[in-house]
């Protein structure tokens, strides 16, 4: 129906195929993710890094810890990386920082994610004092930068990895809730949930049968592009000194102590690309879903 | 064709809390319906047709109040739990609503959609439930229910679509179908297979069927009798045919009037003046008054009880104008100068 609106008046020449009446940009956002460059990058870049966070000890040359180089070597040909100012070898280092940062950053969003989402879902749907308490919660901590939140959480429980962790899940779950809730508001007049009460079904299995459907895509989508977030606030709160605790090698307890460093740029270079190049491609992947899976908002977005 | 009451609604009443307060939507309404039986609800928008039938289910939005009896197999509907109101919605009472295109979910594939609700009431394992719904998806004439179950709501037309919406009504083989509006939204072919469908439904299964709908055509094929519904009351009751072959309310005249099918017999369709009274503007009296062609003045203070006329008909008007002891007209001549069409084609006047 809609396309055929969508077909020019003139019926003289052969209809033209669906293909031709879509322009460039809508194109490019039905393609499959293979044949988008900066997804398919995104996507290579992820999987190195799960193979490197997986099959560090094989990979790194050295133990993340191991002392036995001269403090700040530049790069060389033994230490590709260079050695920090305790002598370790940065590239093992960066390795094994793999398995800390990944692993964490994916509970972080898993567990933000369920938290966030059964909030919000429960708050559209439910409605009234629930509605109002959750959601007044969440503007709470919308209320403050992230950042400095998660400082306040992570000073106020201890400088650990486990606290950081905390933290970072304390001030994500609301974006959750929020995204959550409008979808369910939408769908939650919708006759199809009429029709599901009329059959019988309790509230828990509507929000669970009918309208889980309509919230998985959106907030997958999210999910997928606060991975990148998750894993820069994670190394900010290390980088400040507030997450992981030496001699742990976390991305940005390194980045930090490159800063102490300065002179010796290899120190905080490479685990900061570290950082960049996992959240950007994150954050490639997650626009590429969202115009899978949403291809409104992209037209919206006018891209 | 009945043997016996299931339903019986008594002084049922309904108050919505709206914007601007509480308002009385449905008003001491009672009706009944036998088993196997086709009762029509007939009215224009907002007359509260729908709330009535919501109101039995206790679906009604939050805020709202029901009073008197709804009495279901000795059971009265209104003071059951919430558990146990949950056990007869689906089960004992399913309802078919007007639009098949938003009913159903357009996420789910038919096959979720067509079980979930029969393997909670009937306690049946997964194969059960699906073999289940395909016998119920043969039984509304669906071509290839295998192939149906895997399909989602858009690859069906909207007649099937509605054809699947009454299966799932179907599957726990419920007592009583409130069908609302159950054939508005689809063409005027696919709604006599719809009605069709019902009926048979009705006479193989011994199910019976409550549909509400403005259409008074829809209702003289089917339905065994009619409620004519007006501003939350009943105005007129009684066997299909006797209602819509001589109609006495002047509402319910007037909807026969209105209907396109009475041009056929050579009188011009005639539409009610005026737009049915919202909520929040009810009129004093007959609230049909101030559109009524026979209103006099008493018709604006006092309500017109339902009372009886006679061969189990009820009328809820004071004037009684239509009545056929005065079709010749004595003095006022307006009263009666417009012939009632009839789409039952008995004999005509």
Redesign the interface.
Known sequence: MTVADSLPLDSDAAPPGVEEQLDRSDRAALRPPWRQPLALTGGLVILAWIVIAIFAPLLAPDPPNSQFAAPLLAPTHQFVFGTDQLGRDIFSRVLYGARLSLPLAALLVAVSLAIGSLLGAMAGFFGGIVDSVIMRIADLVFAFPGIILALAVAAALGPQLRNAVLAVIVVSWPSYARLARSLVLGARTSEYVTSARLFGSSGWRVLRVELGPNVAGPLLVLATLDVGNAVLLLSGLSFLGLGAQPPTAEWGAMVSAGAQNFNSWWVGLFPGLAILTVVLAFNFIGDALRDILDPRTARMLGK | MSTGTLLEVEDLSVRLRTARGIRLAVDHVSFSIGQGEILGIAGESGSGKTITALSL?G?LP?GSRTTGRVVLDGRDLLTLHRREL??????QV??V???PM???????RIE?QMT??VR??LAMSKDQARERALEMLAAVRIPDPEQALASHPHQFSGGMRQRI?IA??LACEPRLIIADEPTTALDVTVQAGILSLLDQLRRERGVSVMIITHDLGVLSSISDRLCVMYGGRIVEHGVTREVLGSPRHPYTNGLMQALPGASGTGVPMRPIGGSPPSLDDMPSGCSFHPRCDYAQVSCSSKVPPLRPIGGGRLLACDPDPLAPDRSEPSSSGAATSVPVPDPLAEQVP
């Open positions: 289910l679906l939050g949950r056990s007869v919605r689906g089960r399913s309802m609503l007007q639009d938003t009913s159903l979910h357009p996420l789910l979720v979930e609700h909670t009431h919406a799932m009504a």
